[in-house]
């Protein structure tokens, strides 16, 4: 295929309004699936976890898990929903290999939650009020592998396998009303909308929120139109975009790729875009029309969901901190310049970096592991795998070199073996003796030793030239293999110089 021609991103700005809107799917952490007593677990054997229910045999009859829909409402009253006294589950007709029944259970015109919002801060500080249209029930269906192919898609697969332990896992889907004027910012309204949203299902406890495992999925509906314009340009979805980059990166794209199209005189096609994460571009998926007709019609086989108002105001006390309360709290307790903090948020270290402090770091030390060395570390893995690190350690780590018993180097040669798997910080420095000499008498006779082969740096510091201690400073630090604190060299060696 051709690679699609895109118009410059400023140049697309000046000549097209963005509108975007957000459908991102969320799958709860209940212990068993949706409508059936299948555990609902991450990474066991394929199909394994199935039952009549799930994978549709005949006669078999669905119930609805309890949990999921308490966790569903507090989802939308986390972002300040109206909840539906009485919703229907709906059928959503359609045929696919990962979807035993033939059609999903979902809800349709009574989703549990509707009519919210939610305030989204980007990256340079502006604040967005993202409007919600709904939030409705919905299960999951199973996972397809395709095997064979180079890229692991279907073209070009010989054969695929299919895994039902999915099926039926509870989701939610949280649809935004169409987002107008962000202008620029779009691309980074969109992960910073999705981000919100995790740390919210985070907060509330619901959901695992773990992108790379799928637990949270962004659909991307992206639509340009000329500036002035009252009618709303057709739209392209990007599917199941699974982390916050890749949602500003595909965002970026689509407008890009509009934007030449429509300048060139040429027309939008409504359809599914598919983001290719390796080369950064979207590529047709299949049409899709508004009329897309699944045949909805009300599930006969369960009881409308009915949630009193004893309940309802029961989950609504039981709300943990909004996410942007939190923020404004933290920022307060650990006194950061506020690029600082906007650098953890966008780095999505707030939760690291609270744990930490928790564990007894000061905040500064918290951050400056996290945002620095760690960093460092996730990125060359480019984030695949997750850190072998606890908060909890990373606070040693800090306590360790605040007691003055490694220094820096030696710190970051000791997380080097905690992420190895060797154990706790102190372990670590207790099995390979890598503690700072603390013994100043070792450290005078390195010092005298390397002044020996320094003549003139004595007569140096005599006269206030302190650059010429560095030197010294220097030679001791390797011939203590860097176990030496600096510092205290550095003090030594001026009582020596001077006495
Ligand atoms: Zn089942």
Redesign the pocket.
Known sequence: MAKAELMNYEKALEQFEVVIGLEVHVELNTKT?MF???KNEFGNEPNT???P??IALPGALPAVNKTAVESSIKIGLALGCDIQPTGRFARKNYFYPDLAKNFQTSQYDEPIAFNGSLDVEVPSGAVHNVLIERAHMEEDAGKLTHIGGATGRIQGAEYSLVDYNRA?VPLVEIVTKPIFGAGAEAPELAAAYVRSIREIVKALGVSDARMERGNVRCDANVSLRLHGAEKLGTRTETKNVNSLRSIERAVRYEIQRQAHILASGGTITQETRHWHEDKGTTSAGRPKSDADDYRYFPEPDLVPVQPSKELIESLRASLPEKPADRRKRLAGEWNFSELEFRDVVNADLLDQIEETVASGAKPQAARKWWMGELARIANETEGEAELNITPAQVAELAKLIEDGKINDRLAREVLGYVLAGEGSPAEIVAARGLEVVSDDGALIAAIEAALANAPDVVPAIKEGRMQAAGQVIGAVMKAMAGSADAARVRELLIEIANK
Request: glycine share 20%; charged share 10%.
């Open positions: 699936k059936c007593g299948c976890n199935v039952c229910i799930c039926g």
